[in-house]
């Protein structure tokens, strides 16, 4: 079946630590995205990557880091830097062919501080 | 700065009931209004609107966009339990028509 998969389901983080979230996709699409879901809040954009070995800063880029080496991969970390990483991250992805705007969304990563 | 304010933020109803969620926008260049259900994790799709005043239709679901007042309006009649989840709006625009998302619509229909 065609997807994007997330894991781990929930990931806790030491002080200090750095974590990194997982997202794989088989869709063969070219872009894909990080969101952050914060309990009453809307999804707020992390990073977004519309080709392989390129990404963009979101609204809120810092704190984490990216990278794209592959096209169905798109793996987010979590760095010490960011000092309130508790929240619901989702990864998405589209295709340019037709509505770049239509997202398919992962399953999710809690993440929370120990 | 580019906006999507949904309301309500919650709403309770019974089974049987109408509901109607709103979203209205600010978006320099825009582009397209998407809604998406929520219920457990992943935000699934509902409805993707370019055109003012064209309802589209999906089961119990209806939506309409009005470009002229900057809203959208997402209908679901004859409710169920099953539609209970957060209803998400989305607004594209700018530059690279980037996703602005509202704070969602938690909906309960209790039965």
């Known amino acids: 079946d065609g997807g994007i998969t997330q894991s781990p389901k929930y990931l806790f983080r030491k002080e200090g630590q750095n974590v990194t979230l997982s997202c794989e996709q088989n869709l063969n699409h070219d872009a894909m995205y990080w969101y952050r879901q914060d309990p009453g809040q809307g999804l707020r954009l992390i990073y977004y990557?519309?080709?392989?070995?390129?990404?963009q800063k979101g609204d809120i880029a810092e704190g984490y880091s990216v990278s794209r080496e592959k096209k169905e991969s798109f793996p987010l970390t979590v760095t010490s830097a960011q000092k309130n990483p508790t929240a619901f991250y989702l990864c998405a992805s589209s295709s340019p062919k037709g509505s770049n705007e239509k997202l398919f969304f992962g399953s999710g990563t809690q993440l929370s501080v120990l | 700065e580019d906006k999507v304010v949904q309301s309500p933020l919650s709403l309770v109803v019974h089974e049987g009931d109408t509901v109607t969620l709103n979203c209205s926008y600010e978006v320099t260049n825009f582009r397209s209004l998407l809604w998406y259900k929520q219920e457990k994790k992943a935000p699934t799709f509902l409805f993707m609107l370019?055109?003012?005043?064209i309802e589209k239709k999906s089961g119990r679901l209806s939506s309409i966009l009005d470009k002229k007042e900057l809203f959208s309006i997402l209908n679901i009649t004859a409710t169920q339990t099953g539609d209970s989840a957060i209803y998400l709006c989305a607004a594209s625009g700018g530059s690279n028509y980037k996703l602005t998302f509202g704070k969602g619509t938690l909906l309960t229909v209790n039965p």
């Open positions: 370019t055109s003012s005043g």
């Open positions: 990557s519309q080709i392989v070995n390129d990404f």
